[in-house]
């Protein structure tokens, strides 16, 4: 298994908050929280070095760099935290390109004619008459 990088986890949250709304969102923002909190804390009772987290801070790009850093570095002390932080990353941080048949098509600013997106084209495409 490769180890969890803080780059990886900043990554995956900011493809999540971007591109996974609803349900799906949530819930990956969820169990990272979750995680989190297990960092956050050495018992049922004690709050470890600072305050129980809320939510991730994925509107903010220096506290979320910072909360990976931790998570991570907590990865590299327990496994078996490193293996659930792993599994997360594998659920939620895959890239859309690994997705099977997954057609991602983006456009931005204006086009001086038409625009064509999709997949797998075959055979000619037509505007009609010129």
Do not use: C, K
């Not at 983006?106 to 009609?128: K, L, N, Y």
Request: cysteine-free; hydrophobic content about 40%; aromatic content about 6%.
């Amino acid at each position: 298994m490769d180890p969890v990088t803080t780059d990886a986890l900043v990554t995956a949250v900011n493809a999540v908050v971007s591109g996974a709304g609803g349900e799906a969102g949530r819930r990956a923002l969820e169990s990272l929280g979750a995680l989190a909190r297990r960092v956050w804390r050495r018992g049922d009772a004690e709050p470890a070095a600072g305050p129980e987290p809320v939510a991730i801070p994925y509107d903010d790009e220096e506290g979320l760099r910072r909360l990976a850093d931790l998570l991570v570095e907590r990865s590299r002390q327990d496994p078996e935290f490193g293996r659930d932080l792993a599994a997360w990353l594998r659920e939620f941080g895959e890239p859309a390109e690994r997705e099977a048949g997954a057609v991602h098509n983006t456009f931005s600013g204006t086009a001086s004619g038409p625009v064509i997106q999709g997949r797998d084209f075959h055979g000619s495409i037509s505007f009609g008459p010129q």
